[in-house]
């Protein structure tokens, strides 16, 4: 599809600036892709840890046609688009603005907190997506307390969606001592083996910085990782 047709796809997606801010480049966020990140402003969820206070906070000052400019820029340097956070799946129009990037002719990457199987569901059968990072927070008799968000049920469903899918995904962890147990670890890597993921469970430690949302303290406590379950193929960030 031309440039000129994928800005076409976008002329009924609202006029408005959903996304916070654009990392040019990146190595690292995306499994073998040269990529750039685009921060799609505001969430549904308040987890204490969240590195991103001022894009969960904040009003979007991109638009998804700046964007695309910025994207048609760099068409032949990069080959990658993440699409983070806050939370991407919380912009209506998500599924054209990612046919517009596909028209470019990028590979795309949510990040995702699982919150809206509905788009999730729109953007697998349209094929509108190339890869998906799902969190998986706690226990879901813990999601609430944690995140703030009353309905985890919706990111099981997200969750059940790309078990069904043949999309490929991970699903990754946050751990800080003073909000998960090893057992809540392995509480959810068991719930992970009984719903039949095979892939890579991504245990990622949260690293400390001085602004999160809620003002999360430098962990004190470190865990002794050979008491995870091995019922999975783990793979540990930030250790
Ligand atoms: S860490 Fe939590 S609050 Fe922050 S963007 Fe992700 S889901 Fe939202």
Request: aromatic share 10%.
């Amino acid at each position: 599809m031309s440039t000129k047709s994928a800005f076409s796809l976008l002329r009924s997606v609202a006029a408005n600036t959903p996304i916070h801010s654009i990392t040019k480049f990146t190595t690292l966020d995306y499994p073998n892709h040269l990529a750039c990140i685009l921060w799609f402003a505001k969430c549904n969820m308040a987890c204490p840890y969240c590195y991103n206070p001022r894009i969960v906070r904040e009003n979007g000052t991109i638009s998804t046609d700046e964007a695309l400019r910025f994207l048609q820029s760099r068409q032949g340097r990069l080959d990658g688009v993440v699409l983070s956070g806050g939370e991407c799946t919380l912009y209506l129009d998500l599924k054209a603005f990612c046919e517009a990037i596909k028209a470019l002719g990028y590979k795309i990457k949510i990040d995702t907190n699982g919150t809206n199987p509905d788009i999730l569901e729109k953007l697998l059968t349209c094929k509108a997506i190339d890869y998906v990072a799902l969190d998986y927070k706690s226990p879901w008799n813990g999601y609430q307390t944690l995140t703030h968000y009353a309905h985890p049920k919706r990111v099981e469903q997200s969750l059940e969606l790309l078990l069904k899918s043949e999309l490929p995904f991970e699903v990754r962890t946050t751990w800080h001592s003073d909000f998960l147990s090893i057992n809540d670890v392995n509480t959810i890597i068991e719930d992970l083996h009984v719903k039949g993921y095979k892939g890579t469970y991504y245990v990622q430690h949260y690293l400390h910085v001085n602004e999160t949302l809620g003002e999360t303290k430098e962990e004190q406590n470190k865990v002794d990782l050979s008491q995870l379950s091995k019922l999975l193929p783990i793979d540990l960030r930030n250790f």
